[in-house]
T-cell receptor, first 109, second 116 residues
Framework: LAKTTQPISMDSYEGQEVNITCSHN???????ITWYQQFPSQGPRFIIQ???TKVTNEVASLFIPADRKSSTLSLPRVSLSDTAVYYC??????????FGKGTRLHILP | GAVVSQHPSWVICKSGTSVKIECRSL??????MFWYRQFPKQSLMLMAT?????????EQGVEKDKFLINHASLTLSTLTVTSAHPEDSSFYIC????????????FGPGTRLTVL
């Protein structure tokens, strides 16, 4: 499984757009990029998944450059409730998930 | 989407006792479920893959005789922590793979185990 590197923590303010970048230099051809969100004392929750270019859903956007060696999760107009840990995962679909350290996002009022 | 429940949500036990944690898929027959453990301020660590009707596959370093996994039906997987010790105190989370071709895994709410 490709190793991922993402910032340990980030701070932002309510109403701002937050971009969290993840590096995955060893991504394989059949790997997908998936992001999960975890609140304290809860199980992770799926946010978005992509393979290339851009994916958007009602929660976030995922930007993937042509070389796929990195990806950026974009959260539009964050609120205090977006304070959580965000995990970037890279691997084949339907494979077991190995979590990295994640990014602890703290939204300030 | 699929919904996963866990029971109990929290449990406190004495050292040396065994604790069983249940993971249920509420609206999907899950042939594969996963068990994770998470210590405070740390990431989730995959413990094992639970396969319905067959033996679980344990990750390296996880003691299979200490963490017993049973997946006897398509909707229920259980994790039994045998002879629990304080260092086993952790947050245990299960997940299911979801339907074939699904983008996501569905995680349970977790079980907080405290061993005194």
């Amino acid at each position: 499984l490709a190793k991922t590197t993402q910032p340990i923590s980030m701070d932002s303010y309510e109403g701002q757009e937050v971009n969290i970048t993840c590096s995955h230099n060893n991504i394989a051809t059949n790997d997908y990029i998936t992001w999960y969100q975890q609140f304290p004392s809860q199980g992770p929750r799926f946010i978005i998944q992509g393979y290339k270019t851009k994916v958007t859903n009602e929660v976030a956007s995922l930007f993937i450059p042509a070389d796929r060696k990195s990806s950026t999760l974009s959260l539009p107009r964050v609120s205090l409730s977006d304070t959580a840990v965000y995990y970037c995962l890279v691997g084949p679909r339907d494979d077991k998930i190995i979590f990295g350290k994640g990014t602890r996002l703290h939204i300030l009022p | 989407g699929a919904v996963v429940s866990q029971h109990p949500s929290w449990v406190i036990c004495k050292s040396g006792t065994s604790v069983k944690i249940e993971c249920r898929s509420l609206d999907f027959q899950a042939t594969t479920m996963f068990w994770y453990r998470q210590f405070p301020k740390q990431s989730l660590m995959l413990m094992a893959t639970s396969n319905e009707g067959s033996k679980a596959t344990y990750e390296q370093g996880v003691e299979k005789d200490k963490f017993l996994i049973n997946h006897a039906s398509l909707t229920l997987s259980t994790l039994t922590v045998t002879s629990a010790h304080p260092e086993d105190s952790s947050f245990y989370i299960c997940s299911e793979r979801g339907r074939e071709g699904s983008d996501e895994q569905f995680f349970g709410p977790g079980t907080r185990l405290t061993v005194l």
